[in-house]
């Protein structure tokens, strides 16, 4: 079964599926206020927008990183 790591703030869920990660390093290369690989929890959110942070998904050249967007209710 496939390893699933959600992070969520108000307005997005990012998922991370560590057996597909390359460790390229883009996305700590490109937003190093959110991905600190050497902590728990290794993503923080609330250093990116929103934008920011699917841009920076879109980029991640194995796809370990996707995101959703969270529906209003």
């Known amino acids: 079964m496939e390893k699933k790591i959600e992070y969520s703030n108000d307005e997005l869920v990012i998922v991370w ?3 597909l990660c390359q ?16 902590e728990r929890p290794w993503v923080r959110m609330e250093n990116a927008t929103t934008a920011e942070l699917m841009e920076q998904i879109d980029k991640c ?6 995101y959703r967007l969270k529906t209003s209710k």
């Open 17 to 19: 599926r560590p057996q």
């Open 23 to 38: 460790h390229a390093g883009i996305c700590v290369h490109c937003l190093p206020k959110v991905y600190h690989p050497q």
């Open 61 to 66: 050249p194995s796809g370990a990183l996707t």
